[in-house]
């Protein structure tokens, strides 16, 4: 079965030619499509974590606001939106007000390039995994601003910390990523999905896919300062790292931001692990495939399901990892990566391209 | 001769002292009043050459009560109360030293069955205070969910203690001449039931904590602290007992009903934080030890020997009794005049010389090490600040 | 601020009694050796793994929750009879107290929380109670005052609901009425006498009692001082003049 | 070692201290000009090895016009205690610093210099321990006032 895709650039430009109101309208309603999304999910993901932390700790969590609490991220938004919006007097206030914007705006042009299902994706770009990894390396200018432009020690520490914190954990990231690229062949995200047509990648590499998804999500979760990386907030340490001094509105733009990277890590690592939207395939579904029929039963499940569950279960490691591990400290961190991390992401490179030559991993076309 | 006066001003403004051959700028960090590892209002004044601490100097008295001046001014009875206010971990054992203290010298008799109810409370309040400082440790390094474990067992010492004292964290249960409640009837069930519901436990914080291998990485040589120079500095309790020495007065002056009961006293081999850590820990396997070896023999009689309205006469002159709370060595020295109130009273709080070691311990490491090294030495600031 | 060029001794050994193995209880925490390059991650992820395991176990077991919703549980929520929350008077079936104005619990109380008023003019008894009053804002929940009350006529309440948005009125009027103790009451046969004989106290009318008192103090209190003033000048006058030879140039930096 | 043989050991260090009376601990007053040598002498030998200072205070009597001292020392090999009293002069509060003896008596005697004004001579950082450098008065003497201080009525 060949899935098609159809982004919704691609419809925008069908409609260009004729009606070109029409497509204006499109891409406006687009626009407000993806900040609604984003800002759901936002509210979704904050109200998630905090349920399954509570219930990781023997707590039953926000409970007040509405059905158990769900509507308890809503109260929140409100409240963050009525407060008083501070700037420290020393602090360099263009600076200070730019860093969210900016650490906002990384997260959400990530957010066009990901594919969804095959119907769901704004824009395909044939070097979508290099577009993902640039822009996403917006974020730590938005964070590295943040501390600096606060005029605080303990925030500039922070945004020391994330600054070669995040630089280094792109390295193995990329390396990570690259794997699935020279498997692929392709550094198109749709390309990439329909690549794994025949299994995902995470299986059908003799361990490299297991290797560099492992080294992916820990290089993800310290990207996305995570516990147990959370060393640019580090609560015990640095009382709240590069975010001390912002309140209100713009404390809340970091905070989302924070959490649609957990989005933006999940569903990369789905789309490039797990095959995104693909339905569980076991070999060819066509013609002559011996797990044609078991094929056929995972794609009666529609591809925006897939996507979901997959992105959701990864969401949820990346919560388990963060309310279970103590934090690592900020040597330590550095000699994880650049001792531990590279070497073995290098290593695993070579293999995969080595598999890749000899044609050594299931169903190779 | 003259003896100059100098000033935290004076004290932070020094010259650098980097040795670094990369030009780099020292700076100072306030590290508290507010922050949320001094556990309360202790300040620390950091000397940073970026993330490694060149110098600390812990800043006090943010929460300076003045107990001692306020015990000159009551009865013995009345100064009790305040000491619960010090160490709120350890309040009972803290009853139980200026008890002591009040009872040698007034020389009141007591009970098998009042030092068998002092012992196995303090006991537990040992465990609770261990399991509290379990949680916070776990929650310093970054782990939040071992604060809610530590903090939910806990409970259960605290619920017990409700119970037969009517109170949670400051007690004032431990009085001259007696416990002011004999013990609750369901007192020996719940203790058993808390025992075998804590023992599991145990091994599950080691399956999240202590057998985990980032812990054990950030730990492991972090905050040495050399037998030698652990009693110069004046540490006790299991900061001391981590270096190495095993010194604790429950077995070298044994108080209560102590000489009685079977245990050991873990020591440590480095003086690491690794090694305090792992002192506690053991400590709480051993206080389970101690009380269930006590709590199905506790003696019957009296638990309160004298009229507690009555006045409590000391003789004239120094008195001091000591007692190993959770933190180290608590001991009370008591100057009387003869009268009804203490002439002056001291405290010889073990949080306030166990911080003295912080200055040693963190200079050269990194940030995220002080933090650790701050909470594996467990200090409580009320307690400091008197 | 450390020193290591101070000449420490170094530690003798420990008498043997003091050295303890440990480990009786459980076995002795596992150490994991990372020093081997591939065994030691491989042991260091499996104690991540171990960590992971507990975490997620009490997630998937919701039973183990131990979060009390108060104050939806209000009904279950029962608090232990010792629980010390507010002190309350022993008032009888008839409502009398037992209350002599002994003041030993007054003079026991260590911060002055309890105040008692006498009644200007005693109805019965040459001693009557006009208001007790404890202050729950400098309370300390000692016990103190019902450990020493020689009748039996305070206790320790479990109500702990206790906020209001005015501090005075957490000073309470623990009697309920102004007057004689129960067994004069009793022998009084009249009920309409009984009634005359016992005013009514709110049980939130504390404050005008602390208020009036500290009046009365203030005055007394300046009077005080300057005692005080004039006993350290006269003090100070002694000295100088007992002080022939010098007293030696260290100065108090004081 | 039990008190009295404690006592006497340490009078042969040091003849002239003197046994204080009224102390349930084995006490000895010793002359401030005595207190460092006396003090660097049994920490170092061998059968006293007092290597803990557990506590240092200060005493004010108001009425006799003097601070006494008490320095409580710890043996934690040996096992035993003892008291070390100092009398000084309340208008003229100086006594040599130990704190090159036991590292730790630099909080003690900065905390007595806090509370009793006590100054001590070579002290590498005496300055306030719980109040601010600007206070004024040393508030666990006797005859320390304030404003604010709280009395119990009658």
């Known amino acids: 079965m060949a899935w098609q895709v159809k982004t919704i650039a691609q419809r925008t430009g069908e409609l260009l030619p004729g009606s070109p109101w029409t497509a204006a309208l499109y891409v406006l309603l687009t626009i407000l499509a993806v900040t609604a999304f984003v800002t759901v999910a936002g509210l979704v993901l904050i109200y998630a974590e905090r349920k399954i932390a509570a219930h990781f700790q023997c707590r039953v969590g926000p409970m007040r606001v509405g059905w158990h609490g769900v509507l308890q991220s809503i109260a929140d938004a409100i409240k963050l939106l009525m407060k008083e919006d501070v700037v420290p007097r020393d602090a360099d206030a263009l600076l200070h007000i730019l860093a969210p914007v900016l650490s906002f705006a990384g997260m959400l042009l990530v957010m066009i390039a990901l594919p969804m299902s095959p119907s769901l994706q704004v824009a395909d770009m044939n070097i979508g995994v290099l577009y993902v990894t640039a822009v996403s390396g917006l974020g730590v200018l938005g964070i590295l601003l943040g501390g600096w432009s606060s005029n605080n020690k303990w925030s500039l520490l922070g945004a020391m910390r994330a600054g070669a914190q995040i630089i280094s954990y792109e390295v193995s990231a990329t390396l990570a990523l690259l794997v699935v690229v020279v498997f692929a062949g392709t550094l198109q995200l749709s390309g990439i999905i329909q690549s794994q047509d025949t299994g995902w ?55 989302l931001s924070e959490f649609l990277n957990m989005f933006v ?6 789309t490039l692990f797990f095959g995104g939207w693909m339905p569980l395939h076991v070999g060819p579904s066509g013609v002559g495939g011996h797990f044609a029929a078991f094929n056929g039963v995972m794609d009666l499940l529609p591809p925006g399901l897939w996507f979901t569950l997959k992105t959701t279960a990864i969401i949820f490691l990346l919560m388990w990892f963060r309310w279970t591990f103590p934090r690592l400290r900020v040597d330590q961190l550095m000699r994880l990566e650049w001792k531990i991390l590279l070497p073995i992401g290098f290593v695993n490179l070579f293999v995969s391209a080595a598999c890749v030559v000899t044609g050594f991993y299931f169903f190779a076309r | 001769m003259s003896v100059t006066v100098s000033t ?3 004290r932070i403004s020094g010259e650098s002292t980097a040795g670094s051959p990369l030009s780099t700028e020292e700076y100072f960090v306030n590290m508290g009043p507010q922050h949320p590892s001094t556990h309360g209002v202790l300040r620390l004044v950091l000397r940073l050459d970026g993330e490694t601490v060149r110098e600390v100097v812990p800043v006090l008295g943010y929460i300076h009560r003045g107990i001692e001046k306020m015990g000159e001014h009551g009865n013995y009875r009345q100064f009790v109360h305040l000491v619960d206010r010090m160490d709120y971990l350890s309040a009972l054992a803290n009853n139980w030293a200026v008890t002591m203290v009040v009872e040698k010298a007034a020389k009141m008799e007591t009970t098998e069955r009042i030092q068998a109810i002092r012992t196995l409370v303090c006991e537990l309040q040992r465990i609770q205070s261990h399991l509290l400082w379990w949680g916070v440790f776990g929650m310093d390094l970054g782990g939040f969910t071992p604060f809610f474990y530590g903090l939910r067992d806990r409970e259960q010492i605290c619920d017990i203690f409700e119970k037969t004292i009517g109170a949670r964290l400051t007690m004032n249960y431990i009085q001259p001449g007696g416990v002011m409640f004999d013990i609750h009837p369901e007192f020996v069930k719940d203790v ?86 792992w002192v506690r820990m053991e400590e709480i396997r051993q206080s389970i030890r101690i009380i269930e070896q006590l709590i199905d023999n506790i003696p019957e009689g009296k638990t309160f020997m004298v009229k507690p309205a009555a006045k409590i006469k000391v003789p004239a002159g120094i008195h001091y009794s000591h007692l190993e709370t959770a933190r180290g060595i608590l001991g009370v020295l008591l100057v009387s005049d003869g009268k009804e109130a203490p002439y002056r009273i001291h405290c010889r709080t073990p949080n306030f010389n166990n911080l003295w070691c912080i200055g040693e311990m963190a200079t050269g490491g990194r940030i995220g090490d002080l933090v650790a090294m701050l909470s594996s030495i467990d200090i409580v600031v009320p307690d400091i600040d008197r | 601020m450390s020193d290591e060029s101070i000449a420490v001794p170094e530690v003798l050994p420990p008498p043997e009694k003091h050295v303890g193995t440990g480990g009786a209880v459980a076995g002795p925490v596992p150490w994991i050796d990372t020093s081997g ?60 107290h037992k209350c002599t104005m002994c003041r030993i619990c007054e003079e026991a109380c260590p911060n002055v929380s309890i105040i008692i008023t006498g009644r200007e003019k005693p109805a019965v008894s040459k001693k009557e109670l006009d208001s007790f009053v404890w202050r729950l804002d400098s309370c300390t929940f000692c016990n103190t005052c019902v450990m020493v009350c020689p009748f039996g006529v305070l206790r320790f309440d479990g109500t702990f609901e206790s906020s209001v948005y005015d501090r005075r009125l957490l000073s309470y009027t623990l009697n309920q009425y102004a007057g004689p103790v129960a067994s004069v009451l009793e022998k009084i046969e009249d009920p309409d006498a009984r009634k005359a004989a016992m005013d009514p106290r709110d049980p939130y009318g504390g404050h005008a009692v602390i208020e009036a008192l500290i009046e009365k103090q203030k005055a007394k209190k300046i009077a005080e001082k300057a005692a005080r003033e004039a006993a350290r000048v006269a003090r100070l006058a002694k000295k100088a003049a007992a002080a022939a030879a010098p007293a030696g140039e260290a100065e108090d930096a004081g | ?29 010793v002359a401030a000009d005595a207190l460092v040598a006396l003090a660097t002498q049994l920490r170092d030998d061998p059968d006293l090895r007092f290597d803990l200072l557990e506590t240092h205070t200060a005493v004010d009597w108001l009425e006799e016009d003097r601070f006494e001292l008490l320095y409580l020392l710890t043996s934690v090999p040996h096992g035993h205690r003892l008291l070390l009293a100092v009398n000084i ?62 009395e119990r009525p009658e």
Not at chain 3, 46 to 71: A, C, D, H, I, N
Not at chain 4, 1 to 6: T, V
């Open chain 3, 37 to 96: 390059a591939i065994g030691g991650v491989f042991k260091g992820i499996r104690s991540l793994f171990s960590g992971m395991k507990v975490t997620v176990g009490y997630l998937m077991r919701p039973s183990t929750v131990v979060t009390q919703e108060y104050p939806e549980n209000r009904e279950t929520l029962k608090l232990p009879d010792r629980f010390r929350a507010q002190l309350a008077f022993n008032h009888d079936a008839n409502g009398y």
């Open chain 1, 265 to 270: 890590l999940a569903a990369m690592a789905s």
């Open chain 2, 192 to 277: 058993k039931a808390f025992l075998n519901y804590l023992k599991p436990k145990l091994v599950e914080y080691d399956a999240l904590l202590t057998g985990n291998v980032i812990i054990q990485e950030r730990l492991r040589g972090i905050g040495k602290l050399s037998a030698a120079r652990a009693i110069a500095l004046g540490a006790t309790g299991p900061v001391l007992r981590a270096s190495g020495v095993a010194h604790d007065l429950r077995k070298s002056e044994p108080y209560g009903l102590y000489s009685q009961v079977d245990f050991d006293v873990p020591v440590g081999t480095d003086g690491d934080c690794w090694d305090r850590y």
């Open chain 1, 201 to 255: 990648w995470i299986w059908r590499a003799h361990g490299c896919g297991l290797v560099a998804f492992a080294i992916f999500m820990i290089a993800g979760t310290a990207e996305i300062n995570r516990t147990p990386f959370d060393l640019a907030e580090g609560e015990s340490e640095l009382t709240a790292g590069f975010h001390t001094e912002y309140s209100g509105l713009r404390f809340s733009f970091f905070f």
């Open chain 4, 89 to 150: 002069d309340r208008d003229a509060p100086v006594v040599p610093t130990v704190s090159q003896v036991w590292p730790i008596a630099e909080w003690l005697e900065r905390e007595a210099y806090d509370m009793f004004g006590i100054l001590y001579d070579g002290h590498p950082d005496l300055r306030r321990l719980f109040l601010e450098d600007d206070w004024v008065g040393f508030p666990l003497r006797k005859d320390y006032e304030d404003d604010f201080m709280l």
């Open chain 2, 8 to 10: 935290l001003q004076a």
């Open chain 4, 1 to 29: 070692m039990d008190a009295l043989n404690l006592i006497a050991a340490v009078q042969a260090l040091h003849p002239a201290a003197q046994a204080r009376a009224q102390s349930d601990q084995p006490t000895l007053t």
